[in-house]
């Protein structure tokens, strides 16, 4: 994709549907006793990964192609039954961690396998913890990349002290813990988003939270849960970027997911001096929402780290690009996660920036960045990863000239983005 330096930004952007909510509500309520109806949900590569996995364990999904809305028929907590083929998760590391947590519990054979990127991307973080609960699993590279071999059956409860703060790892215990034979518990050094705890409550799970432990006893059934998915603030991030960043900008992104597990970056945009509003606040299928508006600002810099990381972490890269058009020194650190992302993104965001005339230097957990810096247009390379092909064309919309971004892969969690990117970017030009 070609992109070219914007005159002005305005529009009004719907967000695309959360896309951790949307895995969630097809892999929960395929084990639900009972039909739930999916509204809005993310018609991305990634979740169709996950629905075609479930379709392969036998779970009964009716979700047309392009459609927004999908029927799920729930048999029952035990009700999946062993596919005729390995379970291609794609470039969806959430299906796959989520997945053999759930298939854990069930005494079938799987194979789970994705694309490159994704057999590249450790899955020991959630081996381990599965297997101390009694599951048989094993995989490549002692048992640290995909393809995984998973035999579920009876499992035991486990108190499991995580690491690092991780949603999907969390998650995969949680859905292991609801089969097991007792009471499990997630310690976490800080607080992970917090999707699976809300959802699951919802449908009747119990689940008990003390600051970054959740524990969750043993289910017999859940109900389904019908819901209309928010938007998700990961893809409302370039935007909020975008326009804060810009001299001459204004943006309403409708229906953003504001679960407080979630919004980092809104607290790293207000320490950094952007003018972001809330608007319209409510309640969507468990989860807050809101309308925000986001006005050019004058940013300075800032040190992002600690319990701010784990509740920003898909939005870090980005906050490389705000750093690029504020006072002062923005440091990223105790972002360790970022290496073993779909691609290693501290890396990733620092060659695509450096490019673009950015001052920045990596560091092992994170990145700094010297600003203000006048970015200019520059070929790069999005590796695939939808985060960093994102980066790139916000950075290009921002930067003088043109921008030349491949293997963007922005489609992985936002199908409509340079359609949307186009409609805010007057003046500017983006083409295939």
């Given at each position: 994709?070609?992109?070219?330096?914007?005159?002005?930004?305005?529009?009004?952007?719907?967000?695309?549907?959360?896309?951790?909510?949307?895995?969630?509500?097809?892999?929960?309520?395929?084990?639900?006793?009972?039909?739930?109806?999916?509204?809005?949900?993310?018609?991305?590569?990634?979740?169709?990964?996950?629905?075609?996995?479930?379709?392969?364990?036998?779970?009964?999904?009716?979700?047309?192609?392009?459609?927004?809305?999908?029927?799920?028929?729930?048999?029952?907590?035990?009700?999946?039954?062993?596919?005729?083929?390995?379970?291609?998760?794609?470039?969806?590391?959430?299906?796959?961690?989520?997945?053999?947590?759930?298939?854990?519990?069930?005494?079938?054979?799987?194979?789970?396998?994705?694309?490159?990127?994704?057999?590249?991307?450790?899955?020991?973080?959630?081996?381990?913890?599965?297997?101390?609960?009694?599951?048989?699993?094993?995989?490549?590279?002692?048992?640290?990349?995909a393809p995984v071999v998973v035999r579920g059956g009876s499992l035991?409860?486990?108190?499991?002290?995580?690491?690092?703060?991780?949603?999907?790892?969390?998650?995969?215990?949680?859905?292991?813990?609801l089969y097991a034979n007792g009471p499990s518990s997630v310690i976490?050094?800080?607080?992970?988003?917090?999707?699976?705890?809300?959802?699951?409550?919802?449908?009747?799970?119990?689940?008990?939270?003390?600051?970054?432990?959740?524990?969750?006893?043993?289910?017999?059934?859940?109900?389904?849960?019908?819901?209309?998915?928010?938007?998700?603030?990961?893809?409302?991030?370039?935007?909020?970027?975008?326009?804060?960043?810009?001299?001459?900008?204004?943006?309403?992104?409708?229906?953003?997911?504001?679960?407080?597990?979630?919004?980092?970056?809104?607290?790293?945009?207000?320490?950094?001096?952007?003018?972001?509003?809330?608007?319209?606040?409510?309640?969507?299928?468990?989860?807050?929402?809101?309308?925000?508006?986001?006005?050019?600002?004058?940013?300075?810099?800032?040190?992002?780290?600690?319990?701010?990381?784990?509740?920003?972490?898909?939005?870090?890269?980005?906050?490389?690009?705000?750093?690029?058009?504020?006072?002062?020194?923005?440091?990223?650190?105790?972002?360790?996660?970022?290496?073993?992302?779909?691609?290693?993104?501290?890396?990733?965001?620092?060659?695509?920036?450096?490019?673009?005339?950015?001052?920045?230097?990596?560091?092992?957990?994170?990145?700094?960045?010297?600003?203000?810096?006048?970015?200019?247009?520059?070929?790069?390379?999005?590796?695939?990863?939808?985060?960093?092909?994102?980066?790139?064309?916000?950075?290009?919309?921002?930067?003088?000239?043109?921008?030349?971004?491949?293997?963007?892969?922005?489609?992985?969690?936002?199908?409509?983005?340079?359609?949307?990117?186009?409609?805010?970017?007057?003046?500017?030009?983006?083409?295939?």
């Amino acid at each position: 994709m070609i992109v070219n330096s914007a005159g002005r930004i305005r529009a009004r952007i719907e967000i695309p549907s959360d896309k951790s909510i949307s895995h969630r509500s097809l892999i929960f309520n395929a084990i639900a006793d009972g039909p739930a109806t999916v509204e809005r949900i993310l018609d991305s590569e990634d979740v169709r990964s996950t629905a075609a996995c479930l379709s392969a364990l036998g779970v009964e999904i009716d979700w047309p192609s392009g459609a927004p809305v999908a029927h799920i028929r729930g048999n029952g907590m035990h009700s999946l039954f062993e596919a005729d083929d390995t379970l291609d998760c794609g470039n969806s590391g959430t299906s796959m961690r989520l997945l053999l947590g759930l298939l854990a519990g069930h005494p079938i054979l799987s194979i789970l396998t994705g694309d490159a990127s994704l057999r590249s991307r450790p899955m020991a973080r959630v081996i381990g913890p599965l297997r101390s609960m009694g599951a048989q699993i094993s995989a490549r590279k002692g048992d640290t990349l995909a393809p995984v071999v998973v035999r579920g059956g009876s499992l035991r409860a486990i108190d499991y002290e995580s690491p690092m703060a991780s949603a999907q790892v969390k998650s995969a215990i949680m859905l292991a813990g609801l089969y097991a034979n007792g009471p499990s518990s997630v310690i976490e050094p800080d607080k992970s988003r917090d999707h699976t705890e809300r959802m699951l409550s919802a449908m009747g799970a119990e689940i008990a939270e003390d600051g970054a432990i959740t524990r969750i006893r043993p289910a017999s059934r859940l109900s389904p849960l019908s819901l209309r998915v928010p938007g998700d603030i990961s893809s409302a991030a370039p935007w909020l970027v975008l326009a804060a960043a810009h001299p001459d900008a204004e943006l309403l992104l409708e229906g953003v997911n504001v679960n407080p597990t979630r919004t980092g970056l809104l607290d790293i945009l207000r320490q950094m001096g952007a003018s972001v509003e809330r608007l319209e606040e409510r309640t969507s299928g468990g989860e807050p929402a809101a309308d925000l508006v986001v006005r050019s600002s004058q940013l300075r810099g800032t040190v992002v780290s600690g319990s701010l990381v784990p509740r920003a972490i898909d939005e870090l890269p980005l906050v490389a690009v705000l750093a690029c058009f504020a006072e002062g020194e923005t440091v990223v650190k105790d972002a360790q996660e970022l290496v073993v992302k779909e691609s290693d993104r501290v890396q990733s965001t620092v060659d695509l920036l450096t490019r673009m005339g950015a001052r920045i230097t990596p560091r092992p957990d994170g990145f700094v960045v010297h600003g203000p810096a006048r970015l200019h247009g520059a070929r790069v390379d999005g590796h695939s990863d939808h985060r960093i092909g994102m980066l790139g064309a916000i950075a290009g919309a921002l930067a003088e000239g043109e921008t030349r971004i491949e293997n963007d892969a922005v489609g992985v969690s936002y199908p409509n983005f340079w359609q949307d990117l186009a409609r805010a970017a007057e003046g500017g030009m983006i083409k295939a």
